[in-house]
């Protein structure tokens, strides 16, 4: 227990403080994030849209992440991360708050792919600011800094957003507005003159001869086919989001706020097992081996689900697809970051988070219809193969790179 005890504190040293800054930034963002997880909840009570028609519009969330993660990126590389975060947070808030107006099919996609470009162009100059502030020993500590700080966040405000949604579903998007606001206000206190808020001078990456032009990731082709794979893990880790809620509504009969818990269960142990994981990870596993165990881990959380045993398997699952983030997701990025040179990293960071939401285009279309036309199950047992043949894949790959 007291080695135990000294690994959990010995994952905290050595992180700098726009680190934990940082992280306070995100949690206060991701507290007011009630939207995603109840938008297809949202759309089937309230608005009484089919499944198929939730996919179109969810779909259109993936796009719209599709073209934010892209065009921050490239925002960043030429303005700076702190820039780009800012107006992001800020134009978010009026979008958040117009959103309940729109009622129909067309409208509501069209509405959340505007907000979803605006929302996702954070993320590549977010990962950009975690590269840039944290320590090159620390730096995937720091990407689970971060994403612990997104988990504790998310265990909040889906609980949070489950309440709201059982007075009006509109609380949730004036609830996400207000987290998007007082995040704008927190990042901008914070980094506003911190060193380090505009984007360097060139120089040369890692690997790169002094007059060399910087490879671009797009003509990087061992990195396409790991950024190919991560975009398919989460095509499949992202029916959290969509699918799985609807499943846990539909399937078990779970009401607003018990979805909500589940949820923000998930949330819950990425904050209290994610550091500990990651550390041990650091010194014992190689990037391929965890992001392998990661992926394989996936594949079992949704095994799981169509075991008719009651709620405790519905927990089990989405403790198995937290512990399976844990492993997966920081030592992605920090592949994206070791592979890149300073003058490169909003573009590959770009592409990595391009990858993540190009899936959450795919994800909600391809999940909705093969759960309504052949049903959950098949919906599960399809996801648990796809994963284990990413697995294999991931490793290999990140071997090489």
Not at 158 to 177: E, R
Not at 302 to 331: D, Q, V
Not at 350 to 357: E, K, M, R, T
């Given at each position: 227990?007291?080695?135990?005890?000294?690994?959990?504190?010995?994952?905290?040293?050595?992180?700098?403080?726009?680190?934990?800054?940082?992280?306070l930034?995100?949690?206060?963002?991701?507290?007011?994030?009630?939207?995603?997880?109840?938008?297809?909840?949202?759309?089937?009570q309230?608005?009484?849209?089919?499944?198929?028609?939730?996919?179109?519009?969810?779909?259109?969330?993936?796009?719209?992440?599709?073209?934010?993660?892209?065009?921050?990126?490239?925002?960043?590389?030429?303005?700076?991360?702190?820039?780009?975060?800012?107006?992001?947070l800020?134009?978010?808030?009026?979008?958040?708050?117009?959103?309940?107006l729109?009622?129909?099919?067309?409208?509501?996609?069209?509405?959340?792919?505007?907000?979803?470009?605006?929302?996702?162009?954070?993320?590549?100059?977010?990962?950009?600011?975690?590269?840039?502030?944290?320590?090159?020993?620390?730096?995937?500590?720091?990407?689970?800094?971060?994403?612990?700080a997104?988990?504790?966040?998310?265990?909040?405000?889906?609980?949070?957003?489950?309440?709201?949604?059982?007075?009006?579903?509109?609380?949730?998007?004036?609830?996400?507005?207000?987290?998007?606001?007082?995040?704008?206000?927190v990042?901008?206190?914070?980094?506003?003159?911190?060193?380090?808020?505009?984007?360097?001078?060139?120089?040369?990456?890692?690997?790169?001869?002094?007059?060399?032009?910087?490879?671009?990731?797009?003509?990087?082709?061992?990195?396409?086919?790991?950024?190919?794979?991560?975009?398919?893990?989460?095509?499949?880790?992202f029916?959290?989001?969509?699918?799985?809620?609807?499943?846990?509504?539909?399937?078990?009969?779970?009401n607003?706020?018990?979805?909500?818990?589940?949820?923000?269960?998930?949330?819950?142990?990425?904050?209290?097992?994610?550091?500990?994981?990651?550390?041990?990870?650091?010194?014992?596993?190689?990037?391929?081996?965890?992001?392998?165990?990661?992926?394989?881990?996936?594949?079992?959380?949704?095994?799981?689900?169509?075991?008719?045993?009651?709620?405790?398997?519905?927990?089990?699952?989405?403790?198995?697809?937290?512990?399976?983030?844990?492993?997966?997701?920081?030592?992605?990025?920090?592949?994206?970051?070791?592979?890149?040179?300073?003058?490169?990293?909003?573009?590959?960071?770009?592409?990595?988070?391009?990858?993540?939401?190009?899936?959450?285009?795919?994800?909600?279309?391809?999940?909705?219809?093969?759960?309504?036309?052949?049903?959950?199950?098949?919906?599960?047992?399809?996801?648990?193969?796809?994963?284990?043949?990413?697995?294999?894949?991931?490793?290999?790959?990140?071997?090489?790179?």
């Amino acid at each position: 227990m007291k080695e135990l005890l000294k690994l959990y504190i010995d994952s905290y040293r050595g992180l700098s403080r726009p680190a934990w800054l940082l992280a306070l930034v995100m949690l206060v963002n991701r507290t007011g994030a009630m939207v995603l997880p109840f938008l297809g909840i949202y759309m089937t009570q309230a608005l009484h849209f089919s499944i198929s028609e939730v996919g179109v519009v969810l779909a259109c969330f993936g796009l719209g992440a599709v073209t934010g993660s892209w065009l921050g990126g490239w925002l960043t590389d030429r303005f700076g991360n702190f820039w780009v975060q800012t107006i992001s947070l800020l134009a978010s808030v009026p979008l958040f708050m117009a959103a309940p107006l729109f009622t129909s099919v067309k409208g509501l996609a069209a509405v959340i792919y505007i907000l979803s470009v605006v929302t996702e162009s954070f993320r590549p100059a977010n990962s950009v600011s975690v590269a840039r502030y944290a320590r090159p020993e620390n730096i995937t500590r720091a990407f689970s800094l971060n994403r612990m700080a997104i988990n504790l966040g998310f265990s909040i405000g889906p609980a949070l957003g489950g309440f709201l949604a059982s007075i009006s579903y509109h609380w949730i998007f004036y609830g996400n507005a207000l987290g998007a606001f007082i995040a704008s206000l927190v990042f901008i206190a914070f980094f506003a003159k911190r060193k380090g808020n505009t984007r360097p001078k060139p120089t040369a990456g890692k690997g790169d001869k002094p007059s060399s032009r910087p490879l671009s990731p797009y003509r990087d082709w061992t990195f396409l086919l790991f950024s190919l794979f991560c975009c398919i893990y989460a095509i499949c880790f992202f029916q959290l989001l969509s699918t799985l809620p609807l499943f846990y509504q539909q399937g078990h009969a779970l009401n607003e706020k018990q979805v909500g818990i589940i949820l923000g269960f998930s949330g819950f142990v990425v904050v209290v097992f994610e550091m500990l994981l990651v550390h041990i990870a650091e010194r014992r596993l190689s990037y391929a081996s965890s992001i392998f165990i990661g992926t394989a881990l996936c594949a079992v959380s949704f095994a799981l689900l169509p075991i008719p045993t009651g709620y405790w398997i519905l927990y089990a699952s989405i403790f198995l697809l937290s512990i399976s983030e844990i492993l997966a997701m920081p030592f992605m990025a920090s592949v994206a970051v070791q592979r890149a040179s300073k003058q490169t990293q909003g573009a590959y960071m770009g592409l990595n988070a391009l990858a993540f939401s190009a899936a959450h285009v795919f994800s909600p279309f391809l999940g909705t219809r093969i759960a309504d036309h052949y049903g959950f199950n098949v919906l599960w047992w399809g996801t648990a193969a796809v994963l284990m043949c990413v697995a294999w894949g991931l490793y290999l790959v990140v071997r090489k790179l």
